[in-house]
C-alpha cells in the first residue's frame, strides 16, 4: 500500500478503539478520504435496540457529508484482525451513492486487501437510475 492509503487505514484502526459496540463486541473504524485529502473517521455505534445500530462505514459517510463533501476516492474499514470486515450490503449501497468506483480497503487475517466498490457492488441501483 502506497503510505496514504496505508495512512488510511491508520485512522481506520485508531478510530476502531473508539468503536460502540458492548453487544456484539465486533469493533470496526472507517477511514472516508475525500478527494481533497481530507478524512473522515467513523465507527459502529450499537443500540439497546439491537436493530437500530448503525455501521462504521455508515458512520464515516454521515460525518463527511455533515462537514459538506461528497467526492471521496477510498474508504479503509478496520475490524477483528482475525477475520475479514469487508462493507455489509447496505453500507455498500450507501457508499454507492457517492462513487461506485471507490477503492476500498479492508482488513483481513494477515493484512490489507484492496477492492473497489463496484466488485462488491455489481450493477448497482444509484442515482442514475431515478428518472
Ligand atoms: N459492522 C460494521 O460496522 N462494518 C462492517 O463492515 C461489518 C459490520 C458492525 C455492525 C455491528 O455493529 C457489528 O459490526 C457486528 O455486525
Not at 459496540?21 to 478520504?33: D, M, N, Q
Not at 462537514?67 to 447496505?90: H, K, L, Q, S
Not at 484492496?114 to 428518472?131: K, M, S
Request: aromatic share 10%; charged share 20%.
Amino acid at each position: 500500500m502506497p503510505f496514504s492509503d496505508e495512512a488510511l487505514m491508520q485512522r481506520a484502526q485508531a478510530a476502531r478503539k473508539r468503536a460502540y459496540a458492548p453487544y456484539s463486541k465486533f469493533h470496526v473504524g472507517a477511514a472516508l478520504r475525500a478527494k481533497d485529502g481530507t478524512v473522515f473517521e467513523g465507527v459502529n455505534v450499537e443500540n439497546a435496540s439491537y436493530g437500530v445500530g448503525l455501521c462504521a462505514e455508515r458512520a464515516a459517510v454521515v460525518s463527511a457529508v455533515t462537514a459538506g463533501y461528497r467526492e471521496f476516492d477510498a474508504i479503509a474499514i478496520a475490524g477483528p484482525p482475525e477475520t475479514a470486515t469487508v462493507p455489509c450490503g447496505a453500507c455498500r449501497q450507501f457508499l454507492n451513492e457517492f462513487n461506485p468506483e471507490l477503492t476500498v480497503f479492508y482488513t483481513e487475517a494477515g493484512g490489507a486487501q484492496r477492492t473497489t466498490l463496484d466488485e462488491l457492488l455489481p450493477r448497482a441501483f444509484g442515482p442514475q437510475n431515478l428518472t
